[in-house]
């Protein structure tokens, strides 16, 4: 087991152990938040809420962000429309990249789903580096969705 799974087992440990069914799913999420930005020092991490049409802001650990963004824009958008995780190497190349702040040089998005299989939140990653996210990091981040279930 290499370095970063074995950070990802670690993380996934202290999440599980951390939630608490009693207090709001906000509170929940913002230790979730704190927890991953804590392990990986990744420059921005955050939930957006589907609400309605629209995503927006909730919990997040980094600089000021995006607080609406509209179904299928931006890499946030489209994850949310084409329900699917993704992955950006340079923002710079992606069509629609919606500039929240210039030092985010690399992105990944991954949709969580309520028990009803929709999309409620979407997980925001955005990384100071290129190239900063691989498909493992994918598969770890999609572990969180059966532990944020819980508190749902």
Known sequence: MNSKN??????????ENIL????PTVT??????????????WFW????KVEGKELILNVFQGPPACV????????????WKEDK?????NVDL????????????????VPFKNRSNEIVYILDIDHNKKNAFSNEDEEN?????????KIL
Not at 85 to 89: A, E, K
Not at 98 to 107: F, G, L, P, R, Y
């Open 6 to 15: 074995v950070l990802y087992k670690n993380l996934l440990t202290d999440i």
């Open 20 to 23: 608490d069914l009693s207090v």
């Open 28 to 41: 929940n999420l913002g230790n979730v938040v704190a927890l991953i930005k804590d392990y990986f020092k």
């Open 45 to 48: 991490v955050g939930f957006y």
């Open 68 to 79: 609406k963004i509209e179904k299928g824009k931006g890499v946030c958008g489209k994850s």
């Open 85 to 89: 995780s993704i992955i950006v190497d």
């Open 94 to 109: 992606f069509d629609g990249h919606i500039a929240c702040n210039v030092a985010s040089k690399s992105e990944i998005v």
């Open 141 to 149: 981040l999609k572990l969180l969705n059966t532990l944020i279930l």
